[in-house]
C-alpha cells in the first residue's frame, strides 16, 4: 500500500520484488489503484498480473483426445514466453504414462460395501523434443493398449526454474483384443470421453465409452438437452468402444450425449446392473455470429459537430446482410465506466452454454438384491448427490443518440448522422445487430471529441443557500505552442462573486494546465446559480483559440414542507350566514 504522484506524462510506475523462489507455480497479484485529477474528480480501477515462475510456458494440445489402438497420437506442444512470445530452443522432456487402475469391492467400517480404486502410472514413451524458430514441436507416439495415457512435458529455463504441463487422452481398442480396466466408481455413473473439446456443424464426433462390462451390452443412446432430440439402441462388446454423433446447426451451441447401458444376469454379473454416462459436445457459434463494421466520417471532432456513421452488416461468409434489425446507443464513456452493464457480447447472450433439462430414472438403481449386496444388517445407509466563434457549451447529456429500430438495405449498411453534444468525451457508440433466423452481432466504436484549448470546471455539484465556496476551472492547452496571452473569465448569475476582477490573465505552456479559483456568495432567495467559464487565446498555432462553459446548478436550503388542511360545512343553499374561511396557502418551516 503506497501513494504518489503522476509525472509529465501522467504515467505512475508501481514496483514491487517478485521474488517467487519458495512458490510452486506462477502467481496473479491484484492491484487496485484510485487517482484523483486536479478537478478533485476520483477514478478507481483495478488489475491483475501474472508473477510468472518461469521464462517460458508449456502447452499440450492433443489433435484428438480419443485415438485408436495402432494409430500415431499426435500431441502438439508450443514454448511461450509470459508475453506470448514464442520461445526457441527450449529442450523439453516428454513422458507418456499408462494408467492402470485396479478396483477392490471391499467392506467397509459400518458394515457395507465400497469400490477402493488405485491407479499405477507406469512410462511407455520418453523422449525429448527441442521446440523450434515459432516455439512448436510435435510429440508422437503409437499406442499398444486400449486405456487412458497422460502426457508429462517437463523443460527447464535458464535460471534454473522447472516448468511442468501435462494433459490426458484415451486409447480405444475396436478390436476388442483386450478388457481395459477403467476405474469403479461407487453409484451407476460412467464417464465418457469426447475427442475433440469443440466442434464444427458438419463434423463427427468421436465418443469413448469406458464399458466396466464384459460380454455383449445393450445400451439406450440419446441426445438430449432441453429435451430428448433422438434415441436409438446400440451394442457394445468391447470395454473401450467409441461411437459416432454427427454434428448439425440445430446441436448450436452445445448437445449432451446420454448412454445407458444395462447388463443382466449372466456367468461374469451375478446381478442385474445398470451405468449411466454424460458427455457434453460444445458446437462452434461462429456461423450464427454477424460482423458490424463501423465507419466515421472524420477523426478529430469538436463539440457540436455532425458525424456520420455507416454500419455494414456481414455474416460468417462475409456476404452484406440485408433487414438485419438493427440498434444504436451512443453514450457517454464516462457514464459507462460508472455503470457499464452486461458486457457480454449478443452472441454469447443468445447462444450461451444451455444446461441438461432431461432427468433419467431407472428402476433397477433401487432393485433389492443390488441394495442387499451393498449393506449387511443393520449397517447404516448412504444417500445420493445430487473552429468559429466562441460557442459555449452547454448541453452534456449522457447519451447523445438512440434508435432501436434501424434495418440494413440491400447491401447490409446503415448510414446514421449523430449531431455531438457539448462533452469533451469519448463517446461509444453500441451496435446491435439479428436477423430473423436469429444470426446476432455487436460491435462498438469509439469517438473522441476534444479541442485545442479546453476549460475543466471545478464546481459542486449544489450549494446550500448563503453557501460561500470557491470556484474556478483548470484551463488545458493540447496544442505544442505555449500561450502567453490566455484569458479566463468567470461569470455567474445567482451569486456575487469576490474580487470583482473575474477576468484573469495567464501563460499556459505547451501540453500544460494553468487552475483558476474564485470565491462566490450563494443568493439566500436564488434557486439556482449559472455560472460562466471562459477562455480564450489568439496565439493558437492554426488561429485564435477559445472555450466556454456554462453550467447550472442548483442552491438546496434546509427545510421542510409543511402541509395544512382544514375542513367544515359551508352555508344552507339561499341562505346567508356564517361561511368557511379557505384554507391558508402552504408554507415552508425553517429547518
Not at 497422460?150 to 535460471?159: S, Y
Not at 446392473?273 to 457434453?280: D, H, I, K, L, S
Not at 442387499?372 to 452547454?394: F, P, T, V, Y
Not at 443568493?523 to 477559445?546: F, H, I, K, M
Amino acid at each position: 500500500e503506497g501513494r504518489g504522484l503522476t509525472q509529465a506524462d501522467g504515467s505512475f510506475v508501481i514496483e514491487l520484488p517478485a521474488d517467487l523462489q519458495e512458490a510452486l507455480q506462477s502467481q496473479s497479484w491484484t492491484f487496485d489503484v484510485t487517482i484523483q485529477s486536479p478537478t478533485n474528480q476520483f477514478v478507481t480501477g483495478r488489475t491483475t498480473v501474472p508473477v510468472h515462475k518461469g521464462a517460458f510456458y508449456i502447452g499440450l494440445s492433443p489433435r484428438e483426445y480419443v485415438v485408436n489402438v495402432g494409430d500415431e497420437s499426435n500431441v502438439d506442444l508450443v514454448a511461450v514466453t509470459p508475453d506470448g512470445d514464442p520461445y526457441p530452443g527450449a529442450e523439453i522432456l516428454a513422458t507418456v504414462y499408462e494408467y492402470e487402475w485396479n478396483s477392490v469391492y471391499g467392506r467397509t467400517a459400518d458394515g457395507s460395501y465400497h469400490w477402493e480404486t488405485s491407479v499405477l502410472r507406469t512410462p511407455v514413451v520418453t523422449t525429448t523434443v527441442t521446440s523450434g524458430r515459432d516455439g512448436a514441436a510435435l510429440i508422437s507416439w503409437t499406442p499398444a493398449k486400449g486405456g487412458q495415457y497422460q502426457v508429462v512435458a517437463r523443460g527447464t529455463d535458464d535460471a534454473g526454474n522447472v516448468v511442468n504441463s501435462a494433459t490426458y487422452l484415451y486409447v480405444s481398442d475396436p478390436q476388442n483384443s483386450a478388457v481395459v480396466a477403467w476405474p469403479r466408481e461407487n453409484n451407476d455413473r460412467i464417464k465418457l470421453v469426447a475427442d475433440k473439446q469443440l466442434y464444427e456443424p458438419g463434423e463427427t464426433a468421436r465418443i469413448l465409452v469406458p464399458n466396466p462390462f464384459s460380454g455383449e451390452v445393450k445400451a439406450l443412446l440419446t441426445l438430449e438437452r432441453s429435451g430428448v432430440s433422438e434415441a436409438r439402441v446400440i451394442t457394445l462388446n468391447g470395454s473401450s468402444e467409441t461411437i459416432e454423433i454427427p454434428i448439425t446447426g440445430d446441436q448450436i451451441p452445445n448437445i449432451f450425449v446420454g448412454l445407458v447401458l444395462v447388463k443382466g444376469v449372466d456367468e461374469s454379473n451375478p446381478l442385474p446392473a445398470m451405468r449411466v454416462g454424460y458427455v457434453q459436445l460444445n458446437v462452434d457459434t461462429a456461423q450464427k455470429e454477424l460482423a458490424i463494421d463501423i465507419a466515421s466520417s472524420a477523426q478529430k471532432v469538436e463539440p457540436g459537430d455532425t458525424v456520420t456513421y455507416t454500419l455494414t452488416v456481414r455474416d460468417n461468409a462475409g456476404a452484406p446482410v440485408p433487414d438485419a434489425e438493427v440498434s444504436l446507443a451512443m453514450v457517454d464513456k464516462a457514464v459507462l465506466s460508472l455503470a457499464q452493464g452486461d458486457t457480454r457480447s449478443l452472441l454469447d447472450i443468445f447462444y450461451y452454454q444451455r444446461p441438461l433439462g432431461v432427468t433419467t430414472g431407472v428402476l433397477l438403481a433401487i432393485n433389492q438384491d443390488r441394495l442387499s449386496q451393498q449393506l449387511s444388517a443393520g449397517a447404516k445407509g448412504g444417500g445420493g448427490g445430487g473552429g468559429g466563434g466562441l460557442e459555449i457549451r452547454q448541453d452534456f447529456p449522457d447519451i447523445a443518440y438512440w434508435r432501436a429500430d434501424l434495418m440494413t438495405d440491400a447491401n447490409g449498411q446503415i448510414v446514421v448522422a449523430v449531431p455531438l453534444p457539448d462533452t469533451l468525451t469519448t463517446w461509444s457508440l453500441a451496435a446491435k445487430a439479428v436477423t430473423t433466423d436469429t444470426l446476432v452481432g455487436d460491435a462498438t466504436f469509439e469517438t473522441v471529441v476534444s479541442k485545442d484549448l479546453q476549460v475543466r470546471p471545478l464546481l459542486p455539484r449544489f450549494f446550500t443557500a448563503g453557501d460561500r465556496a470557491k470556484v474556478g476551472a483548470t484551463v488545458i492547452n493540447t496544442t505544442g505552442t505555449a500561450l502567453d496571452d490566455l484569458h479566463f473569465t468567470v461569470e455567474a448569475a445567482g451569486a456575487t462573486l469576490t474580487p470583482p476582477n473575474t477576468d484573469v490573465t495567464a501563460t499556459v505552456a505547451a501540453g500544460g494546465q494553468a487552475s483558476f479559483t474564485f470565491a462566490l456568495a450563494v443568493d439566500a432567495e436564488s434557486p439556482s446559480v449559472v455560472v460562466t467559464l471562459t477562455a480564450s487565446s489568439a496565439q493558437g498555432p492554426n488561429g485564435p483559440l477559445a472555450d466556454a462553459v456554462r453550467l447550472e446548478i442548483p442552491v438546496l436550503r434546509y427545510e421542510t414542507p409543511e402541509v395544512v388542511g382544514t375542513a367544515g360545512g359551508g352555508p344552507p343553499p339561499g341562505g346567508g350566514g356564517g361561511g368557511c374561511a379557505p384554507p391558508p396557502a402552504p408554507r415552508h418551516a425553517p429547518g
